[in-house]
């Protein structure tokens, strides 16, 4: 049988500007950078996948740097082609830039495996589930956002069949967010599970866990506080989980499963947050949750929610996962690249269709393209 090989890869650096500023954990935010890769074979067949760029030149770095490796590669060997990207970058790229370039090529890869075998992604990765619930990520700072507003925007949400919901903190004084949590917290059913997403912008790990406790008493409970130190802190992070009664959630920021494997055995973790599209793509999301199931750690991965539906629906330890609230346009993946599942009552369904699902709009991805790079011109 004739083999189907990598014979080009596309990527696009995409800009989405919001509709007006926000601010997440200290920092400002204008617009969303999104890098949009297809892979193309032999056979004409195409995968795709889709991620953060975070403001850097990923499409070229990838198309320069990576994409040289593995042309001509047999896409069904999707561990030979990882460590082929990883072993020609890991003196450089062993976290950050690079790991996002190498996940979000081994994402296209998983797509074009799922597409050749005719199923959707979760069902050849296994398949477990029938539906997952949705974790909603809001509470985003604006302007105009007071603690009416706020709470507005939280009953909305369970007005939608929500029952699981987070908000962001960190992003003002901490006697601010107090009054936040509490404000939202005191709004909703107490059936509602809310969690805090601090982005690892706090830093006195006493004072976090003077919070923390002062919030659960005056509310009865946080569902779980995420990033509540820089990811460096690891004995502080360690210190806040095994003195505080709730879960900690924690690896948006990291990359491999062997940083993964430092923090399971510190301690730091109760829920691990790996998000595909920069830990190492699924190949390597699998690895890390085969770590957290052995050390009975629940997962939910960290957004991109249309691409770790499939990772949800397949893997035993995945409790849900997160959607981010697509208000001024701070969510535009839906808008290049639709949704892959479908939405009821808080709950994700599959479409049924092969691949990750991904439906471009091609109008939106042209108009908002600032750079294509393809391995046609080198």
């Known amino acids: 049988m004739m083999q189907e090989t990598i014979r080009s890869i596309n990527a696009r650096n995409i800009v989405v500007p919001l509709e007006q500023p926000l601010w997440i954990g200290g920092n400002t935010i204008q617009k969303r950078d999104y890098c949009l ?3 193309t074979t032999t056979m004409d067949r195409k995968g795709y996948s889709l991620g953060f760029s975070r403001g850097g030149d990923l499409s070229s770095a990838m198309i320069q740097e990576m994409a040289p490796h593995i042309m001509k590669c047999n896409i069904d060997d999707t561990e030979k ?20 370039a190498l996940s979000l090529l081994d994402i296209a890869l998983w797509d074009l495996k799922a ?17 997952i619930p949705l974790l909603m990520a809001g509470g985003y700072y604006a302007d105009n956002k007071g603690l009416e507003q706020l709470c507005e925007e939280f009953t909305g949400y369970v007005e939608k069949g929500f029952k699981h919901l987070k908000l962001m903190v960190g992003g003002v004084s901490m006697e ?8 939202v917290r005191k709004s909703l059913p107490d059936s509602i599970s809310l969690g805090i997403d601090a982005n690892g912008a706090w830093n006195d790990v006493k004072a976090v866990q003077r919070w923390i406790e002062k919030a659960e008493i005056a509310t009865g409970g946080i569902a779980f506080v995420e990033e509540p130190l820089p990811p460096e802190q690891m004995e502080g992070i360690s210190y806040l989980r095994n003195n505080l009664s709730m879960p900690i959630a924690v690896g948006e920021f990291l990359a491999g499963r062997w940083i993964f494997r430092q923090y399971i055995s510190s301690g730091c973790i109760d829920i691990v947050r790996a998000d595909a599209t920069l830990c190492g793509g699924i190949t390597e999301w699998k690895r890390i949750a085969a770590l957290a199931d052995s050390s009975n750690l629940s997962l939910f991965p960290h957004y991109f929610s249309s ?14 996962i997160e959607v981010v609230s697509t208000e001024n346009r701070n969510s535009s993946f839906h808008l290049i690249a639709g949704t892959s599942y ?5 709950m994700a369904y ?8 991904l439906t471009l709009d091609d109008s939106f991805v042209e108009s908002h393209t600032t750079k294509l790079v393809s391995t046609d011109s080198y």
């Open 37 to 39: 890769v297809e892979i």
């Open 350 to 357: 599959p479409k049924h269709l092969p691949g990750l699902g």
């Open 81 to 100: 082609i990882w460590e082929i990207m990883y072993n020609s970058q890991k003196l450089n790229g062993r976290q950050g830039f690079m790991m996002r």
């Open 115 to 131: 597409k050749k075998a005719g199923l959707p992604l979760h069902t050849m990765l296994g398949g477990y589930r029938e539906s």
């Open 176 to 183: 601010e967010d107090f009054e936040r949590f509490v404000a």
């Open 342 to 346: 479908e939405l009821r009552d808080g």
């Open 307 to 320: 691409i770790h539906f499939h990772l949800g629906m397949a893997f035993p330890g995945c409790r849900m």
